[in-house]
């Protein structure tokens, strides 16, 4: 199994940012898919899931602003970031979910792509 | 869902060690555990309480149900110098605890 992030960088608040996250090793249209994010030296904190049926689930603080997409073809992850703030700033990891159907727990995570949201 | 973990540990190797963590309400078996080395991604330890994930020494286990859950690293190494996380996926959102530094003296 392998997870490849990018798409971070540098961004003003207020500004998008689209991040991708590429798999291989697995059958990625079987499994749920996790965005989980970190600010510099605190803890881990959820973002969002996408199940295996793209039903997509977010975490309080970033319910409308950001979008969890995945394109099966592409074996490909997405998470669109919107309305960014500064409190955004961290590593984003994409993980892959433990069972194909839940989102009990993490088996397989990226290497992590860093956001920072600064003017 | 709160999770609180102990506090830092600085311990030699060859030492048993226990690292806790207490949920604020019932999670039921729903508690796993991460490993998290300095610059690298969190890695899967133990799924569901006590499931040593694949690849994971045996020196790892887990315990717990309900409220109160532990990580046992017996013996530790010198490599497991980390940062590690409990979380429980039984109430709403995912969780996570804040962490427990181990360090190796």
């Known amino acids: 199994v392998q997870l490849v992030e990018s798409g971070g960088g540098l961004v003003q608040p207020g500004k998008s940012l689209k991040l991708s996250c590429s798999a291989s090793g697995f059958t990625f249209s079987t499994y749920g898919m996790h965005w989980i994010r970190q600010a510099p030296g605190k803890g881990l904190d959820w973002v969002a899931y996408?199940?295996?049926?793209?039903?997509?689930v977010y975490a309080d603080a970033v319910k409308g602003r950001f979008t969890i997409s995945s394109d099966n073809a592409k074996n490909t992850l997405y998470l669109q970031l919107n309305s960014l703030k500064s409190e955004d700033t961290a590593i984003y990891y994409c993980?892959?979910?433990?069972?194909?159907?839940?989102?009990?727990?993490?088996?397989?995570w990226g290497q992590g792509v860093m956001v920072t949201v600064s003017s | 869902t709160v999770l609180t973990q102990s506090p830092a540990l600085a311990v030699s190797p060859g030492e048993r060690i226990t690292i806790s963590c207490k949920a604020s309400?019932?999670?039921?078996?729903?508690v796993h555990w991460y490993q998290q080395k300095p610059g690298q991604q969190p890695k899967l330890l133990i799924y569901?309480?006590?499931n040593l994930a694949s690849g994971v020494p045996a020196r790892f286990s887990g315990s717990g149900s309900g409220t109160d859950f532990t990580l046992t690293i017996d013996p530790v190494e010198a490599d497991d110098t980390a940062t590690y996380f409990c979380?429980?996926?039984?109430?709403?959102?995912?969780?996570f605890g804040a962490g427990t530094n181990l360090e190796l003296k």
């Open positions: 309400e019932s999670v039921s078996t729903r």
């Open positions: 979380q429980q996926s039984w109430n709403g959102p995912n969780t």
């Open positions: 996408i199940s295996n049926r793209n039903i997509p």
């Open positions: 569901k309480a006590s």
């Open positions: 993980a892959r979910s433990g069972t194909p159907m839940g989102m009990d727990y993490f088996d397989n």
